[in-house]
């Protein structure tokens, strides 16, 4: 079982639609952070909440940050194809002492 | 923002040898490197964390004899992939922290190491 569960596994929409990926636990994280990482490519940091109940806003990406700071949701609103790729979630727990990601949400926007 | 490469950005080796990846941060000092490990349709799984000047830190399961890790300095951490094996073959990526930082973490673009 991983420390952060991502859902779904993979997504695959229409151009224009809207998506929402999820990143649950069992554990209290001090922040969660979502990237983007590209075939043969590293992982490029989105956004880091921080704070429960936030929401952060990046273009038409919007993300959320639990009340308990369990959990985390990533929506993108009007998918484009360039946002083809997989998402990863990523956290310190509370008691933890490395960065820990996420199984990962692959999303295919098809033109 | 902080920019960390890789270098070779892939590699094929023969099964036996061994395979040294650099891990370089090239506009900050980072005091801490990590290793992550990531096979195909799969997320990032951490290996190790070294610090300058120190021995690395591995994870559950990772061979220290096997994965070889040096912090030589603030700016550079090598993998070396020792008597490689195709099981082996993976994406080997790492990041740099300025101070150990868990959460700020700046990852560089990865190695492709394919083990023949």
């Known amino acids: 079982t991983q420390l952060l569960e991502q859902s779904p596994q993979f997504l695959s929409i229409q151009e224009g639609e809207n998506l929402t990926v999820y990143c649950n636990s069992s554990s209290v994280f001090s922040s969660l952070q979502w990237y983007r990482q590209e075939p043969g490519e590293g992982p490029v940091l989105l956004v880091t909440?921080?704070?429960?109940?936030e929401v952060k806003k990046l273009k038409r990406l919007t993300f959320q940050f639990g009340d308990a700071r369990k959990d985390s949701s990533l929506h993108i609103t009007a998918a484009q194809p360039g946002d083809t790729g997989l998402y990863l979630c990523?956290?310190?727990?509370?008691?933890?002492?490395?960065?820990?990601f996420g199984g990962g949400t692959r999303v295919l926007v098809k033109p | 923002g902080a920019v960390v490469s890789q270098h070779p950005s892939r590699v094929i080796c023969k099964s036996g040898t061994s395979v040294k990846i650099e891990c370089r941060s090239l506009d900050f000092q980072a005091t801490t490197m990590f290793w992550y490990r990531q096979f195909p349709k799969q997320s990032l799984m951490l290996m190790a964390t070294?610090?300058?000047?120190?021995?690395?830190?591995?994870e559950q399961g990772v061979e220290k004899d096997k994965f070889l890790i040096n912090h030589a300095s603030l700016t550079l951490s090598t993998l070396t992939v020792t008597s490689a094996h195709p099981e082996d073959s993976s994406f080997y990526i790492c990041?740099?922290?300025?101070?150990?930082?868990?959460?700020?973490?700046?990852f560089g673009p990865g190695t492709r190491l394919l083990v023949l």
């Open positions: 070294s610090n300058e000047g120190s021995k690395a830190t591995y």
């Open positions: 990523a956290g310190v727990a509370a008691a933890g002492n490395k960065l820990t």
């Open positions: 990041s740099a922290s300025y101070r150990g930082n868990l959460e700020t973490q700046y």
């Open positions: 909440v921080v704070t429960g109940g």
